[in-house]
C-alpha cells in the first residue's frame, strides 16, 4: 500500500472505495425494496385468483387447499405453460408488466449511469491534476536546465514522485553551485587579468621612458648609470608584483596545501625581517622583537614567515622616521597570538574595512610604494592556516596586527 504515501493518489483512492460503498448501499435498498415490490405482485395475483375461484364458486376449501399445495404435476405445468407462466419468464415479465417496477429499472438505469459518471468525472479530475503537476515540473526542469533556479519544484509532499522531485532538487542544486563556481571562476580571471595589466602598465611605461634616456644619452655616464638602476627598480617591482599576484591566484583557486609543523617563533620571525633591517636602518626606524626565545607554533613556517614579512613592509611603509616596529608573540591557554606594532600614522576608520582587500590603497598612501597586495595575501595566508588576523588602529597613534592561531 505504498502508493497510499502521495496525498492525491490516496484522495483519489478514498473517492473510488467511497464512490464503490455509495453503489453497493443503493443497489442493496434497491433489492430489498425490488424483494417488497415483487411479493406485493404476487400476493395481488394471488388474491385474485382466490377472488375468481370462490367468484365461480369453487368451494372455499379446495381454494384454500390449492394455496397449500406444494406438489407439482405435469397437468399443471401443461396449463400453466400455454397461458405462458413459464418458470424462465413469469418473475421477469410480471416485474416488468407493473408500472411500478419499470419506474425501479428506470432509477437502477439512471443510478448505474450517474455511478459511472462520477467515477469518469473524479478520474479526469485526478488526472488533470497530475497532468498539471507533471507540466509545471516539466518547466522547471527546463529552467534548471537553462541554468535558472529562481523556480523550485513541489516540495513537502509524500510519495514516490515527490521523493523524485526531492532528487532532482538536489541535482538542481550541485548544478546551481558548480555553475556559481564558474561563473566566479570567470570573474576572478577576468578581474585578475585587469588588475595584473593595470599594475603593469605603470612600470613598464617607465621602463620605456628610461630606455629611451639612455639610448638618447649613451655617453653620458652619470645619466645611464642613475636611469639604469631605476629600469632595475621598475623590473624588481614587475618582479614583485606578478609574484603576489600569481601567489593570490593560487590562494584564491585553492591550489596552495600548507604543510604545518612545530617551529620556534623566535627564528621564524629573525628570518622574516632579517631582509628589512637594513631598510629600516637607512629610513631611520627600528625593529624589535619581543616575547619568549623558547616559544613554538605550529603552522607553516615558510607562509607564515611572508605573512609576517608583509605586516612589517606594511608597518615600515606608514611609520616615519625615527618610529619604531615591534613583532611580538605571546602563548595563552587557548590562543597563540603574534603582533605586529607600530607607532606610524594610523589608519583611518573610513578605510579599516578595506585594508584586506586587493589592491586596495588610502587616499593617505600618497606617492608611497606599494601594490595593495601585501595585507591582503597576509590575511589569505593567515586564515588558511585556521587562523585570523584583525587590526587595531588610531589615526596618528600606529596600528597593531594580530595574527591568531588556535591552539591544538
Known amino acids: ?13 478514498f473517492f473510488l472505495a467511497a464512490a464503490c460503498i455509495l453503489q453497493v448501499c443503493f443497489l442493496g435498498a434497491w433489492g430489498i425494496f425490488q424483494t417488497q415490490n ?3 405482485i404476487l400476493t395481488e395475483r394471488e388474491l385474485a385468483a382466490a377472488s375468481y375461484l370462490l367468484h365461480e364458486s369453487v368451494p372455499k376449501a379446495v381454494v384454500a387447499a390449492a394455496w397449500n399445495n406444494r406438489e407439482v404435476t405435469e397437468e399443471g405445468a401443461r396449463l400453466l405453460g400455454k397461458i405462458g407462466h413459464t418458470e424462465q419468464a413469469q418473475s421477469y415479465w410480471l416485474m416488468l408488466t407493473e408500472p411500478e417496477s419499470m419506474t425501479l429499472l428506470l432509477i437502477l438505469v439512471g443510478a448505474g449511469i450517474l455511478f459511472a459518471a462520477v467515477i469518469l468525472v473524479g478520474a479526469a479530475y485526478f488526472l488533470r491534476g497530475r497532468e498539471r503537476v507533471y507540466e509545471d515540473a516539466g518547466r522547471v526542469i527546463d529552467q534548471y536546465a ?7 519544484l513541489p516540495s513537502g509532499e509524500t510519495g514516490t514522485i515527490y521523493q523524485l522531485f526531492g532528487s532532482i532538487e538536489q541535482l538542481a542544486q550541485s548544478l546551481q553551485a558548480k555553475s556559481e563556481m564558474e561563473y566566479k571562476a570567470k570573474i576572478f580571471l577576468r578581474d585578475m587579468i585587469s588588475n595584473i595589466s593595470h599594475q603593469l602598465k605603470t612600470p613598464l611605461a617607465a621602463l620605456g621612458m628610461y630606455m629611451e634616456i639612455i639610448l638618447e644619452e649613451p655617453e653620458n655616464k652619470e645619466a645611464v648609470e642613475d636611469f639604469a638602476g631605476k629600469s632595475i ?3 624588481e617591482r614587475m618582479e614583485q608584483l606578478i609574484r603576489s599576484l600569481l601567489t593570490m591566484a593560487r590562494m584564491d583557486t585553492g591550489n596552495i596545501v600548507f604543510e604545518k609543523r612545530k617551529c620556534l617563533v623566535s627564528e621564524m620571525v629573525e628570518q622574516a625581517v632579517d631582509d628589512l633591517m637594513e631598510r629600516a636602518r637607512c629610513e631611520g626606524k627600528e625593529i624589535r622583537m619581543e616575547g619568549e626565545p623558547k616559544e613554538s ?19 615600515l611603509d606608514y611609520t616615519d622616521k625615527g618610529g619604531v616596529i615591534r613583532v611580538s608573540w605571546k ?3 587557548a590562543v597563540f597570538r603574534l603582533c605586529v606594532e607600530d607607532d606610524g600614522r594610523g589608519i583611518k576608520s573610513e578605510d579599516i574595512h578595506h585594508i584586506f582587500k586587493q589592491f586596495y590603497r588610502s587616499k593617505a ?3 608611497r610604494q606599494g601594490l595593495g597586495l601585501g595585507l591582503s595575501l ?5 586564515e588558511g592556516q585556521g587562523g585570523n588576523l584583525s587590526v587595531e588602529s588610531s589615526l596618528g597613534e600606529g596600528s597593531v596586527f594580530r595574527m591568531s592561531f588556535v591552539n591544538r
Open 1 to 13: 500500500m505504498g502508493f497510499l504515501y502521495e496525498k492525491q493518489t490516496r484522495r483519489f483512492y
Open 38 to 40: 415483487i411479493r406485493r
Open 331 to 333: 602563548q595563552s591557554p
Open 146 to 152: 537553462a541554468n535558472h533556479f529562481a523556480m523550485h
Open 365 to 367: 598612501s600618497g606617492n
Open 378 to 382: 597576509a590575511k589569505s595566508i593567515v
Open 297 to 315: 607554533l605550529l603552522c607553516d613556517p615558510q607562509w607564515t614567515k611572508e605573512a609576517v614579512g608583509n605586516l612589517v613592509k606594511n608597518a
Open 233 to 235: 627598480l621598475s623590473l
